[in-house]
């Protein structure tokens, strides 16, 4: 039987990891690295800061593509895994996302991110409602509410109710973790993690740039109770812009607009829910206005009499 010796290396004190990056060299890049987000980064715009907190900020979005376009770097082809349980209430749908970094120097892949996100958030699985919002025959006894004060001073009071609009949030989840996967993987691969962090992305409180809800608050407190919908959210303000925007593109305007849209929905434009809104934009892409009376400017025969037989007819 042969016998198998195995050698005993004693360890040598310098047998450890070592650097091997000069000193120097690693102290230029990182000055290099806060001068550009000093100088080049906005903040509530490319990162966010949480109000009284002494935690570093969150890098948005935004600044995840500046710190790409400096260090040379591209996003890749994502891989996504999709997964959807209805027997869930409410329904469950999550979305991982891996995202690789290339160089646009030479092809390689520098770095893969990994992002996730899902209906059960706390931020997707609930949404608040005013009083008048709430599906019909549902008491605001035991829910939690929250309060605040309109531009006009007055308190008001909204109450946090299931979300039942889950598939309404899907796109949304998807582009919520392809944002986690890049911001992940800028992190890693520039170095970036002493001054950034994304772990606190979505904490109430970060300072970013301010969105005005005021004016779509002041209309959704003043619609009557909900009935037959429901409880479906309202449109949003961006929702109906974006619905006038695309008409006005369309050739519809004003109350053409607001004609088509009754004709659709059977509502006013001020009563569309926010799944409506969405259907109506879709719409707009296959909408072709009503052609004009009088010829087309390229007919040949405009102006010009045509004389027909009656052999010329088919019966």
Avoid at 196 to 203: A, G, I, K, P
Wanted: charged letters at 30%; glycine letters at 8%.
């Amino acid at each position: 039987m042969a016998i198998q010796e195995r050698a005993i290396v004693s360890a040598q004190p310098n047998a450890g990891l070592s650097m091997v990056m000069d000193f120097a060299v690693l102290k230029q890049r990182l000055s290099q690295l806060q001068q550009f987000v000093r100088e080049y980064m906005v903040p509530g715009e490319d990162y966010g800061i949480i109000e009284g907190a002494n935690s570093k900020p969150t890098l948005l979005k935004p600044g995840a593509e500046k710190l790409c376009d400096v260090y040379g770097l591209s996003a890749g082809e994502a891989q996504i895994e999709f997964t959807r349980d209805d027997t869930k209430t409410p329904i469950y749908i999550s979305y991982r996302v891996s995202l690789p970094l290339i160089s646009r120097a030479d092809g390689r892949i520098i770095m893969v991110g990994v992002g996730s996100a899902n209906s059960w958030e706390k931020k997707y699985r609930w949404r608040w409602v005013f009083e008048n919002e709430l599906p019909p025959g549902m008491s605001t006894e035991g829910l939690r509410t929250r309060t605040g004060t309109n531009k006009k001073g007055e308190r008001y009071v909204q109450y946090r109710i299931p979300n039942d609009e889950i598939d309404d949030i899907d796109n949304t989840l998807l582009k919520m973790a392809k944002k986690r996967a890049l911001i992940d993987a800028v992190l890693s691969a520039t170095r970036s993690s002493a001054l950034f962090t994304q772990d606190v992305e979505d904490m109430e409180g970060m300072l970013v740039r301010p969105h005005d809800t005021s004016v779509r608050d002041e209309r959704r407190m003043n619609q009557p109770p909900q009935s037959g919908n429901g409880g479906a959210k309202p449109a949003s303000d961006r929702q109906l812009t974006f619905l006038q925007r695309k008409g006005k593109a369309k050739g519809l305007e004003g109350e053409e607009l607001t004609a088509w849209v009754h004709q659709q929905t059977g509502k006013p434009m001020e009563q569309l829910t926010s799944k409506e809104a969405s259907q109506l934009i879709d719409a707009l892409d296959n909408y072709h206005p009503p052609a004009k009376g009088g010829p087309p400017d390229d007919d040949p025969f405009a102006g010009e009499s045509l004389e027909i037989d009656d052999a010329d007819l088919p019966f």
